[in-house]
Antibody, heavy 120, light 109 residues
């Protein structure tokens, strides 16, 4: 059973870069059948898809965040990562990593989520 | 404002049936893309509840069902239980984007 776990700092200063890692266990990130996605949820609000990275490094991002987002994959560690630059308070959210099945476009499973607060 | 529109809240008494709607458009549901539903219990991550409009992953009770009509979809929950109190989100594909509904809070009275 595949499990995902987010990790990274819970507090980031405004204008700095948010960095998170998702560790995949119980399955290989190198499977060509899946995209590896990041989704966020501001406190008390709905879900926003940030983007995905494929095992070969190809990626695609939500246009609303594209200029600030970088994603990468480390197949040797079975991990993928998110970097979001020039953060503001509006980027405060619970960040989830999730697996998306290609051609079916549903997200399953999800990590437990990690709260990142942007504050000085 | 979400591309997929859901009612902010619904409620029902234990044992009752409730439905949650998800209204899309010709660029998502109407374009033939699949629609999925997630359940988010308080303080937890969303969990896949229904995929492809009406399919239940293993372990999801058959009290949960989904359907499609035109550019809308619906989630029905029968035999409502206290443990069903949660936020429910629909999700689809719009052009090249993955999009979510704004979420519906289900209150079990």
């Amino acid at each position: 059973q595949v499990q995902l776990q987010e990790s990274g700092p819970g507090l980031v200063k405004p204008s700095q870069t948010l960095s998170l890692t998702c560790t995949v266990s119980g399955g290989s990130i190198s499977s060509g059948d899946y995209y590896w996605s990041w989704i966020r949820q501001p406190p008390g609000k709905g879900l926003e898809w940030i983007g995905y990275v494929y095992y070969n490094g190809n990626s695609y991002f939500n246009p609303s965040l594209r200029s600030r987002v970088t994603m990468s994959v480390d197949t040797s560690q079975n991990q993928f990562s998110l970097k979001l630059s020039s953060v503001t308070a509006a980027d405060t959210a619970v960040y989830y990593c999730a697996r998306e099945e290609i051609m079916r476009n549903w997200f399953d499973p999800w990590g437990q989520g990690t709260l990142v607060t942007v504050s000085s | 404002q979400s591309v997929l529109t859901q009612p902010p809240s619904v409620s029902g008494a234990p044992g009752q049936r409730v439905t949650i709607s998800c209204t899309g458009s010709s660029s998502n549901i109407g374009a033939g893309y699949n629609l999925h539903w997630y359940q988010q219990l308080p303080g937890t991550a969303p969990k896949l509840l229904i995929y492809g409009y009406s399919n239940r992953p293993s372990g999801v009770p058959d009290r949960f069902s989904g359907s499609k009509s035109g550019t809308s979809a619906s989630l029905a929950i029968t035999g409502l239980q206290a443990e069903d109190e949660a936020d429910y989100y629909c999700q689809s594909f719009d052009s090249t984007l993955r999009v979510f509904g704004g979420g519906t809070k289900l209150t079990v009275l």
